[in-house]
């Protein structure tokens, strides 16, 4: 659906070219919803700006399809991005339009349908987000989470293929903040519409995203499947991400455990393996005991996953054994201490 090829972008400023995005390379496939997460400064909105060339990049390709954006005038481009909606963390409403007449707009600007038509198709469109009783409201009256529905509503009005989210959550409490994640998530199944999503947010990547991309200092410095990523973050950033969600310190977290015998092993359980029974069949079968030093049960895209931090205690080849018995279970485990 979208190739970025050596993408790079720098801003001139004081006559200096500072680089905001290098080499990027990233395939998002028809369907997906694909995030991208980095701090603030990392470039994830040039990253999103450049996907519809509301930025030029200094070099590389965009490809939309087989249609390599960077290389279309501006009229063919104009009607390139109609197959692209983009929603943004405030909204951009006009506030003297009524909902209707926002959700109207590109409708209007696009020329295809008749008022008529465009009626229609505005009140499909105000059912879908569910705001057909606030039609006639203008902006101002709405929460923010109805702002965001509105913002959805017209980025759909043109059947875009690609749906771009700006930090599209990040303006919203939690609450609303998730009832949006499931109206995204509603609509990439029921239209099989591609999202692609920048946000600083890990929840918002665990909520809705199949795969997610971390940036930093304008790299990808991981890229691959949520769970994988999260379950096994391998970059300092990505680990940050993950251990600061879990409000652990890092390099604190060993303190704790530092009086606690044993060998230190985290698991990680994803899907069915979660409710397995497995600790104490193992800790009967081998003889062996176990303390639970940590441990949490999520789900990932509606996926239920699981990591326990245990220390194990018993005989070097009990403990052996257990390990065995979840690798042949398809559990992984990360030795952290040795004893
Ligand atoms: P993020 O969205 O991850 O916070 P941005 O893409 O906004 O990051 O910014 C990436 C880098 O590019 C930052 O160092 C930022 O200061 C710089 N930058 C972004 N936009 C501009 C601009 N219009 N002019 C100059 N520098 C910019």
Redesign the pocket.
């Known amino acids: 659906m979208i190739q970025l090829k050596n993408l790079s972008k720098s ?1 001139r ?1 004081d006559g200096k070219d ?1 680089p ?1 995005l290098k080499r990027i390379d990233l395939n998002i496939e028809a369907g997906e919803i694909f995030g991208v997460i ?10 999103i700006r450049l996907i519809n060339l509301l930025e030029r990049p200094s070099g590389g390709t965009v490809l939309l399809g087989d249609i390599d954006l960077t290389t279309l005038s501006t009229a063919e481009l104009r009607l390139e991005r109609q197959k692209i909606g983009m929603i943004f963390q405030h909204f951009n409403l006009l506030s003297a339009k009524t909902v209707a007449n926002n959700i109207a707009f590109p409708l209007q600007v696009a020329g295809r349908l008749n008022k008529t038509e465009i009626q229609q198709r505005v009140a499909q469109l105000l059912e879908l987000v569910g705001l057909s009783e606030h039609a006639d409201k203008y902006p101002a009256q709405l929460s923010g989470g109805q702002k965001q529905r509105v913002g959805i509503a017209r980025a759909l009005a043109n059947n875009p293929k690609l749906l771009l989210c700006d930090e599209a959550t990040s303006a919203l409490d939690p609450q609303t903040t998730q009832s949006v994640l499931q109206l995204l998530l509603e609509i990439n199944q029921k239209l099989k519409l591609t999202i692609v999503l ?1 946000t600083h947010e890990m929840d918002v990547i665990r909520t809705v995203c199949d795969r997610v991309a971390v940036i930093d200092g ?1 790299e990808t410095v991981e890229m691959g499947p949520v769970t994988q990523v999260f379950l096994h973050p391998k970059h300092p950033t990505t680990r940050r991400f993950v251990f600061e969600s879990e409000h652990v310190d890092e390099n604190k977290q060993f303190e704790d455990f530092a009086h606690v015998p044993g060998k230190i092993v985290r698991l990680t359980f994803i899907g069915e393996s979660t409710y397995k029974s497995l600790l104490g069949d193992m800790a009967r079968d081998f003889g062996i005991d176990f303390s639970i030093l940590a441990g949490r049960i999520e789900r990932i895209k509606g996926t239920a996953c699981g990591q326990l931090t245990l220390a194990f205690t018993g005989a070097d080849s009990g403990i052996a054994a257990a390990l065995a018995r979840f690798t042949a279970e398809g559990i992984d485990f990360e030795e952290l201490r040795a004893c």
């Open positions: 801003y400023v500072i905001a980095g701090h603030s400064g990392a470039g994830k909105s040039t990253l920048i304008g």
